[in-house]
């Protein structure tokens, strides 16, 4: 069963960054394509960004585009989502997910079917 466990969300100030982990355990990350989403309260998932496990190909939601970038360490099985000049809009819990169904292109990736606890980022002064 596929597990995915993300971490580094926290509070931070507009105009600065965090970085987000998503380990996974139990599968090899490198064999699926992984994707990002965020919700924040009272709305619905958005797609943030995505990465193909073939090509290494990145795809971004135009809400972040230019200022997120997601990259993935296979031999860490781990994919990172760097987050720079944050807005307050961007306050959500985070989730990393995957789908063996599914790829980045052609998908939406808030239809991955499994996701893990999700990482709060909170951007605020």
């Known amino acids: 069963q596929v597990q995915l466990v993300e971490s580094g969300g926290g509070l931070v100030q507009p105009g600065g960054s965090l970085r987000l982990s998503c380990a996974a355990s139990?599968?090899?990350?490198?064999?699926?394509?992984i994707g990002w989403f965020r919700q924040a309260p009272g709305k619905e998932r958005e797609g943030v960004s995505c990465?193909?496990?073939?090509?290494?190909?990145?795809y971004y939601a135009d809400s972040v585009k230019g200022r997120f970038t997601i990259s993935r360490d296979n031999a860490k099985n781990t994919v990172y989502l760097q987050m720079n000049s944050l807005k307050p809009e961007d306050t959500a819990v985070y989730y990393c997910?995957?789908?063996?169904?599914?790829?980045?292109?052609?998908?939406?990736?808030?239809?991955?079917?499994?996701w893990g606890q999700g990482t709060q980022v909170t951007v605020s002064s």
């Open positions: 990465i193909s496990r073939s090509d290494g190909r990145t």
């Open positions: 997910a995957t789908d063996p169904f599914r790829r980045c292109l052609g998908s939406s990736w808030t239809d991955f079917g499994s």
């Open positions: 139990r599968f090899t990350l490198d064999y699926y394509d």
